[in-house]
Nanobody
């Protein structure tokens, strides 16, 4: 069973930065699409950032220009660099991994991000 473990969440003031990390227990990360989602209290989970195996990235409009997704296959890691954070960025952030061309998906347990005014 593949496991994903997020870290790096915490509380920051508006305008601050955080870098989230997601460690995969399996090297299949090398062949996988990586995504970050978030879920705010009382709201549905929403996609934040996407990174495919060729380096193509996509971002939700509300984080475009502030967040950056990256990967380090050798370390089995996915990262989400978050700059210029806003209170509305508060929520639980989840990493997601899906092998390209496959039908499996794995999620991490989530890490809390709180942005104070």
């Amino acid at each position: 069973q593949v496991q994903l473990v997020e870290s790096g969440g915490g509380s920051v003031r508006a305008g601050g930065s955080l870098k989230l990390s997601c460690l995969s227990s399996d090297t299949i990360i090398n062949l996988s699409v990586l995504e970050w989602y978030r879920q705010a209290p009382g709201k549905q989970r929403e996609m934040v950032a996407y990174l495919d195996t060729q380096g193509l990235t996509e971002y939700a409009s509300f984080v475009e220009g502030r967040f950056s997704i990256s990967r380090d296959n050798a370390r089995r890691m996915s990262y989400l660099q978050m700059n210029n954070l806003r209170p509305e960025d508060t929520g639980v952030y989840y990493c997601k991994m899906s092998p390209a061309g496959g039908n499996r998906t794995w999620w991490g347990q989530g890490t809390q991000v709180t942005v104070l005014p």
